[in-house]
């Protein structure tokens, strides 16, 4: 299996783990006509996190984007000896692993939620493992939208692409799950294949559309990659209209060569689409690197870096700042570009972009949509350059004045042999944290606490980890008016 790769290449194994469970108040039609559903968990990578464990308690679906998790038309999945805890980051280079296979009725499907335990789930940094903290907005699943249609007596799957680098964040020692997941029906996918002469570990591929990361692996240890599942190339021109080839540019990083950018790339249905091999890898120059710091307030947006090559924008890393400090950090190359077009005859000859060398962009997009876009441009080089989105050029509301949430928090009683930690606050919206602040402790006592620069909107103000210790009080509801204003009294207690 893509054995002009390389002998041996790892292939693409699918972990047959089927079971089925309805449930929920799902119809099914009588035996011989119904559909089946399998859905797939899979893994968009690159990053500085070795392993991330999700503890996957099962998946349901139904015909309504609009349906709540209490409503009846539900179809559940539940994978063999659920919970099962996956290494999302074992799931690279078009691996992927079975949640599982339901019986479905024959129609249109529009919501897919996924289901995580509250406990059992981790990320490994640096050899050292610390727990994953899934937010109380998503006890009910995280919801994802994606049209699929089930046809009698047929198979659908569906991919359930999480995107582990964007959906850990860190709050100063601690992480916290920010989900993003995107799903992909596998009968109109296929694959982009290559490899790189560069066989360490730091080399990130990514395929984007119009500047925008659609999937994104690390090359393994032979260089070689494998970008799987993409949408082919019919149905991009309908998810991108602007895109009219219906092609992706495949966007080649690390942390010591330049970039490489290869544009015009297809995919056909089931297809692998070959860009380079062992035999003619890509070849990624050796750069020297320049550091970029900053911080960014409110908490909501990341912070994304963009490189123009040949006059074409390209999305090089992105990242979401520290809850606690703010803070964020990019090393970037300093040398010079290159790009190519692709063509069906290898190698392809690429050529370097002198003018844009270490000229970068870094703006601030938030999923939410709450704050209005920031953008900054710099030149990188051996000499540190900060970036700030803070004080004076911290993230404007959209529309409306920003809003502030004051209160407290008791600290009743400490566990036994307890020296010092850090309760996070969050101030979240439809699960997800939009501004958080940190409080350290070592004493029993009453600490205050301000989650300021909040988008006019409603809000579930949260103590999401607190060291050893777990909150009493329920979660606050909060809404901060278009005229913005000060909501104070908001208080918490915690204890072991």
């Given at each position: 299996?893509?054995?002009?790769?390389?002998?041996?290449?790892?292939?693409?194994?699918?972990?047959?783990?089927?079971?089925?469970?309805?449930?929920?108040?799902?119809?099914?039609?009588?035996?011989?006509?119904?559909?089946?559903?399998?859905?797939?968990?899979?893994?968009?990578?690159?990053?500085?996190?070795?392993?991330?464990?999700?503890?996957?308690?099962?998946?349901?679906?139904?015909?309504?984007?609009?349906?709540?998790?209490?409503?009846?038309?539900?179809?559940?999945?539940?994978?063999?000896?659920a919970p099962v805890k996956i290494d999302l980051l074992s799931l690279q280079n078009g691996?992927?692993?079975?949640?599982?296979?339901?019986?479905?009725?024959?129609?249109?499907?529009?919501?897919?939620?996924?289901?995580?335990?509250?406990?059992?789930?981790?990320?490994?940094?640096?050899?050292?493992?610390?727990?994953?903290?899934?937010?109380?907005?998503?006890?009910?699943?995280?919801?994802?939208?994606?049209?699929?249609?089930?046809?009698?007596?047929?198979?659908?799957?569906?991919?359930?692409?999480?995107?582990?680098?964007?959906?850990?964040?860190?709050?100063?020692?601690?992480?916290?799950?920010?989900?993003?997941?995107?799903?992909?029906?596998?009968?109109?996918?296929?694959?982009?294949?290559?490899?790189?002469?560069?066989?360490?570990?730091?080399?990130?591929?990514?395929?984007?559309?119009?500047?925008?990361?659609?999937?994104?692996?690390?090359?393994?240890?032979?260089?070689?990659?494998?970008?799987?599942?993409?949408?082919?190339?019919?149905?991009?021109?309908?998810?991108?209209?602007?895109?009219?080839?219906?092609?992706?540019?495949?966007?080649?990083?690390?942390?010591?060569?330049?970039?490489?950018?290869?544009?015009?790339?297809?995919?056909?249905?089931?297809?692998?689409?070959?860009?380079?091999?062992?035999?003619?890898?890509?070849?990624l120059p050796t750069s020297a690197i320049g550091v970029l710091t900053g911080h960014m307030?409110?908490?909501?947006?990341?912070?994304?870096?963009?490189?123009?090559?040949?006059?074409?924008?390209?999305?090089?890393?992105?990242?979401?700042?520290?809850?606690?400090?703010?803070?964020?950090?990019?090393?970037?190359?300093?040398?010079?570009?290159?790009?190519?077009?692709?063509?069906?005859?290898?190698?392809?000859?690429?050529?370097?972009?002198?003018?844009?060398?270490?000229?970068?962009t870094v703006d601030t997009p938030n999923d939410s949509g709450l704050y209005k876009v920031?953008?900054?441009?710099?030149?990188?080089?051996?000499?540190?350059?900060?970036?700030?989105?803070?004080?004076?050029?911290?993230?404007?509301?959209?529309?409306?004045?920003?809003?502030?949430?004051?209160?407290?928090?008791?600290?009743?009683?400490?566990?036994?042999?307890?020296?010092?930690?850090?309760?996070?606050?969050?101030?979240?919206?439809?699960?997800?944290?939009?501004?958080?602040?940190?409080?350290?402790?070592?004493?029993?006592?009453?600490?205050?606490?301000?989650?300021?620069?909040?988008?006019?909107?409603?809000?579930?103000?949260?103590?999401?980890?607190?060291?050893?210790?777990?909150?009493?009080?329920?979660?606050?509801?909060?809404?901060?008016?278009?005229?913005?204003?000060?909501?104070?009294?908001?208080?918490?207690?915690?204890?072991?």
């Amino acid at each position: 299996m893509r054995d002009f790769l390389k002998t041996g290449l790892i292939g693409v194994f699918l972990l047959s783990l089927l079971v089925s469970c309805g449930g929920g108040g799902s119809s099914v039609t009588p035996s011989g006509q119904t559909g089946q559903l399998s859905v797939l968990l899979t893994d968009s990578s690159g990053c500085d996190i070795d392993q991330v464990f999700v503890n996957v308690r099962k998946v349901r679906v139904h015909k309504s984007a609009d349906a709540e998790d209490v409503d009846d038309g539900w179809t559940t999945i539940i994978p063999p000896n659920a919970p099962v805890k996956i290494d999302l980051l074992s799931l690279q280079n078009g691996l992927f692993e079975s949640l599982g296979l339901a019986p479905l009725a024959p129609g249109h499907y529009t919501q897919i939620r996924l289901y995580l335990e509250k406990t059992g789930n981790s990320v490994v940094v640096d050899g050292q493992t610390s727990p994953l903290k899934v937010p109380s907005g998503f006890q009910s699943g995280i919801k994802i939208i994606h049209d699929f249609d089930i046809e009698p007596g047929k198979i659908e799957e569906i991919f359930l692409d999480f995107d582990p680098c964007r959906s850990v964040v860190k709050a100063h020692d601690k992480y916290i799950l920010k989900p993003v997941i995107r799903a992909i029906v596998k009968s109109i996918s296929g694959a982009i294949v290559g490899a790189v002469d560069q066989l360490s570990a730091n080399v990130t591929v990514k395929a984007e559309i119009n500047g925008h990361v659609f999937k994104q692996t690390t090359t393994m240890p032979d260089g070689t990659f494998v970008l799987s599942p993409l949408p082919n190339s019919d149905e991009i021109k309908i998810e991108f209209p602007s895109d009219t080839t219906g092609t992706y540019d495949v966007v080649i990083v690390s942390d010591s060569t330049s970039t490489v950018v290869t544009t015009g790339v297809p995919v056909a249905t089931g297809g692998d689409t070959v860009i380079s091999t062992t035999t003619y890898p890509i070849h990624l120059p050796t750069s020297a690197i320049g550091v970029l710091t900053g911080h960014m307030d409110p908490t909501s947006a990341d912070a994304r870096v963009s490189q123009m090559i040949n006059g074409n924008s390209y999305q090089i890393d992105r990242k979401s700042p520290d809850l606690i400090d703010r803070s964020f950090q990019f090393l970037l190359s300093t040398g010079s570009p290159l790009f190519g077009a692709f063509s069906m005859t290898l190698p392809l000859t690429y050529q370097a972009d002198n003018a844009d060398a270490a000229n970068y962009t870094v703006d601030t997009p938030n999923d939410s949509g709450l704050y209005k876009v920031s953008s900054k441009s710099v030149t990188v080089s051996s000499t540190p350059i900060d970036v700030e989105f803070t004080g004076p050029d911290k993230l404007e509301p959209v529309s409306g004045t920003a809003g502030t949430v004051s209160g407290s928090v008791t600290v009743s009683s400490l566990p036994s042999g307890f020296s010092s930690g850090t309760i996070v606050l969050s101030a979240e919206m439809n699960g997800q944290n939009v501004n958080s602040t940190g409080i350290p402790f070592s004493t029993i006592g009453t600490f205050s606490y301000t989650l300021d620069d909040l988008a006019p909107g409603t809000y579930t103000i949260a103590v999401v980890s607190a060291d050893g210790l777990t909150t009493f009080s329920q979660n606050i509801q909060v809404t901060i008016p278009s005229i913005g204003g000060t909501f104070s009294g908001n208080n918490f207690t915690v204890a072991p």
